[in-house]
């Protein structure tokens, strides 16, 4: 039943990410990286605090007890993810809602579950041997993982030349129809550096786990007999978060002045109540991902399967929002397979990554 409600978690949380660019379409009149930022403090600053004050008793208190490895190498990761969050954005706005997803979260799912395997082999965590990237190597449950990396990548490089596909069916004028600024270079450049940096989140829940090992232990002893605490990592998502938003507000501001777009925030002839309002939502929609991540992750345990379903079920949410905003609208039938075959590819990497930690260990 665990494994069944950790599934459930990890696809709410996935369609919240999957979803939540659709509320900056609606905004009129700003520049990108005005839309961003403001969606950005509400994804990094405001609702990660709220949750875990709704969640965690003196969540505060378990920050300020953490020991400076702890807290600045889950701040580290988290600005390192943050440049991936901010290269996301841009993925998106030059690819559009499906190829862009499909490929960042390609790399994103590959990297997210090697990078803690590597960490251990060379760190050296104690109780996390069989979590290395050489026991990975020497166990069959952990060559199926990998396989399924592998397997992963081969389906972003197809969904890559259905992206090539597209740029060759479709006229300039018709591209545009479907992704207002769509790129493939540009695009594909910013997506694979996103993929490999917003690995870094998973990373961070792993720096940052002393701090939810405290709140589940706290909640244990008031709830003896009860399994983990299902709200544990949302005090881990607050210190990542503040890293994410460091990145991207210093990269926003810049923006800002070179564009010469502050004027956004206040210009009352555009709808700034509808754009508040929308970037706001598009923000707190986001961090849902997160917050239903951490139920998840409580139910199925940190490993590669749980970042990858959740990343496997944020590419099927983003390609059927695709479908929905016609960006594969007017290309030849062999280039829509090429993308149908890209996708199911990085799905059929799911389950076997799946597979693989199944397996005993």
């Not at 378990?62 to 969050?85: D, K, Y």
């Not at 030059?94 to 395997?117: D, E, H, Q, R, T």
């Not at 399924?148 to 969904?159: E, H, N, T």
Request: aromatic residues 14%; positive net charge.
């Amino acid at each position: 039943m665990g494994i069944l409600l950790g599934v459930i978690f990890h696809f709410i949380g996935g369609f919240a990410s999957g979803s939540f660019y659709m509320p900056f379409k609606k905004v009129k009149g700003w520049h990108w990286e005005s839309f961003w930022i403001i969606g950005g403090i509400f994804s990094w600053l405001i609702v990660p605090p709220l949750a875990a004050y709704l969640t965690i008793p003196d969540f505060a208190e378990i920050i300020r007890a953490s020991s400076t490895q702890v807290l600045g190498t889950t701040f580290l990761m988290g600005l390192l993810w943050g440049v991936g969050g901010l290269m996301y954005g841009l993925g998106v706005r030059y690819l559009g809602m499906s190829l862009g997803n499909s490929v960042i979260l390609g790399f994103c799912s590959a990297f997210g579950a090697l990078i803690p395997a590597f960490y251990y082999q060379y760190a050296g965590t104690a109780g996390k041997e069989n979590q290395t990237i050489g026991f990975m190597f020497h166990n069959s449950g952990g060559q199926w993982v990998l396989i399924g990396v592998l397997v992963c990548i081969l389906g972003i490089i197809i969904c890559g030349k259905a992206g090539m596909m597209k740029e060759k069916n479709l006229s300039v004028e018709a591209q545009q129809s479907s992704v207002q600024e769509f790129s493939l270079v540009k695009g594909l450049i910013i997506a694979t550096i996103s993929g490999i940096l917003s690995a870094f989140f998973n990373f961070g829940i792993e720096a940052g786990k002393p701090m939810a090992e405290i709140a589940n232990a706290n909640w244990q002893l008031l709830h003896p007999g009860q399994g983990n605490f299902l709200f544990q990592n949302n005090v881990i998502f607050v210190v990542i978060l503040w890293g994410g938003l460091t990145t991207n507000f210093i990269w926003c501001m810049i923006l800002n002045a070179r564009n010469k777009s502050f004027g956004d925030y206040t210009d009352k002839k555009k709808p700034l109540a509808n754009n508040y309002l929308f970037s706001a939502l598009a923000g707190t929609t986001w961090f849902l991902q997160f917050f239903f991540y951490g139920m998840g992750e409580s139910k199925m345990g940190n490993g590669a399967s749980s970042w990858i379903l959740h990343m496997s079920f944020i590419i099927l949410v983003a390609n059927m929002w695709g479908i929905v905003l016609k960006e594969w609208k007017g290309v030849k039938r062999q280039t829509k397979l090429t993308i149908a075959l890209g996708i199911f590819t990085i799905i059929l990497s799911v389950c076997i990554v799946g597979y693989g930690n199944s397996l005993p260990k």
